[in-house]
């Protein structure tokens, strides 16, 4: 069984720089594409950032030049370094893993983590 969790979340200043993570665990036999979501209250989800095991990186066009995403592959975990937070990047920001599973046949997965609420103030 494979889990996501996101952390780093809470209230933040406006201005702020924080920074989410995203670690994934369980029995895996290759993680792919790590991404970030976002969901602002009374809007749909929207896609914030997705990186490749390679490195290779893309971002919401809104987003470019303030968020970076970036991941440790050793450890499983993804990174989403924000800067210069405004009140409306206040959302829940979810992770997502493409996962691959050795099971028979083998299975692709896209497993999403709970969610962590970044609240900016102005």
């Known amino acids: 069984q494979v889990q996501v969790v996101e952390s780093g979340g809470g209230l933040v200043q406006a201005g702020r720089s924080p920074r989410l993570s995203c670690a994934a665990s369980?029995?895996?036999?290759?993680?792919?594409?790590m991404a970030w979501y976002r969901q602002a209250p009374g809007k749909q989800p929207e896609l914030v950032a997705a990186i490749t095991t390679g490195g290779s990186a893309n971002y919401a066009d809104s987003l470019k030049g303030r968020f970076t995403i970036s991941r440790d592959n050793p450890k499983n975990t993804a990174y989403l370094q924000m800067s210069s937070l405004k009140p409306e990047d206040t959302a829940v920001y979810y992770c997502?893993?493409?996962?691959?599973?050795?099971?028979?046949?083998?299975?692709?997965?896209?497993?999403w983590g709970q969610g962590t609420l970044v609240t900016v103030s102005s």
């Open positions: 997502n893993a493409e996962v691959v599973v050795l099971t028979l046949p083998v299975r692709y997965l896209e497993v």
């Open positions: 369980g029995s895996m036999f290759s993680l792919n594409t």
